[in-house]
T-cell receptor, first 114, second 112 residues
Framework: DTAVSQTPKYLVTQMGNDKSIKCEQN?????MYWYKQDSKKFLKIMFS???????INETVPNRFSPKSPDKAHLNLHINSLELGDSAVYFC?????????????FGSGTQLSVL | GENVEQHPSTLSVQEGDSAVIKCTYS??????FPWYKQELGKRPQLIID?????GEKKDQRIAVTLNKTAKHFSLHITETQPEDSAVYFC???????????FGAGTRLTVKP
């Protein structure tokens, strides 16, 4: 009964490949996010979706394309992987109204691009 | 957009001492300020949060203070224990916003 689950946990791939990370939340939250955590542990927001609609798209290369088939799922597809894409990617969800902004994070996907 | 700065980047204390981590934010519209703890190899987890209508909040050994005028908030951990060792992140967001901005993190080490 994991609240926010993402798969895979580890992803090792070659430069130039295309890969996807899946995320699902069973909390009934309206908002889902993707965060990237680099080797220095900095947590940077990439995307934010509210009820399947894109709200925030930070300066992320267009090789990264989020897809939200419904409000419980937010997947991340990455084309033409580069060495600099190596990081831990966290999915998260929250309910927006005041009192519910707490972020629930998934367990992370460690992506290593060789 | 919001910019959150966090200091120090690393902090080492003796068990039993207090630890203080400070953050500043840039957007005066921000009104929700959570703190997350991330243990090695784990996900960030909320430990305490504060809203802009409150100046201080305490939960056992941890407390957070907020100075809206100075756009500054701090995490205080008293009687530190080795299990407090982790990376701590401050964050700021606007209610009804879909955006949570994090500080760069503080690696706290508590030496037994």
């Amino acid at each position: 009964d994991t609240a926010v689950s993402q798969t895979p946990k580890y992803l090792v791939t070659q430069m130039g490949n295309d890969k996807s990370i899946k995320c699902e939340q069973n909390l009934g939250h309206d908002t889902m996010y993707w965060y990237k955590q680099d080797s220095k542990k900095f947590l940077k927001i990439m995307f934010s979706y509210n009820n399947k609609e894109l709200i925030i798209n930070e300066t992320v290369p267009n090789r990264f394309s989020p897809k939200s088939p419904d409000k419980a799922h937010l997947n991340l597809h990455i084309n033409s992987l580069e060495l600099g894409d190596s990081a831990v990617y966290f999915c998260a969800s929250s309910q927006v109204p005041p009192g519910n902004e707490k972020l629930f994070f998934g367990s992370g996907t460690q992506l290593s691009v060789l | 957009g919001e910019n959150v700065e966090q200091h120090p980047s690393t902090l080492s204390v003796q068990e039993g001492d207090s630890a203080v981590i400070k953050c500043t934010y840039s957007d005066s519209a921000s009104n929700y300020f959570p703190w997350y703890k991330q243990e090695l190899g784990k996900r960030p987890q909320l430990i305490i949060d504060i809203r802009s209508n409150v100046g201080e909040k305490k939960d056992q050994r941890i407390a957070v203070t907020l100075n809206k005028t100075a756009k500054h908030f701090s995490l205080h951990i008293t009687e530190t224990q080795p299990e407090d060792s982790a990376v701590y992140f401050c964050a700021a967001s606007i209610a009804f916003g879909n955006d949570m901005r994090f500080g760069a993190g503080t690696r706290l080490t508590v030496k037994p």
